[in-house]
């Protein structure tokens, strides 16, 4: 799936705003492939995979697009 940034804290986490979809999606910088968390900024398109867990659906191999 495809989408851009949308929220990063300095916790190490952020949201991702999908396309077509109205619920951003939580991301943890564990989940992160090929790039950085200091490396991402708000915009940047990337790319995911969704996955279910206990407190939801989240991003997984995230990479820039």
Not at 35 to 58: I, Y
Request: charged fraction near 35%.
């Amino acid at each position: 799936m495809t989408g851009t940034i949308k929220k990063l804290t300095d916790k190490g986490f952020g949201f991702i705003a999908r396309e077509g979809e109205d619920k951003d999606l939580f991301f943890h910088s564990k989940d992160l492939s090929g790039v950085m968390f200091d490396e991402l900024k708000v915009g940047d398109a990337v790319t995911f995979e969704v996955v279910d867990t206990e407190k939801g659906p989240s991003a997984k191999n995230v990479a820039r697009a």
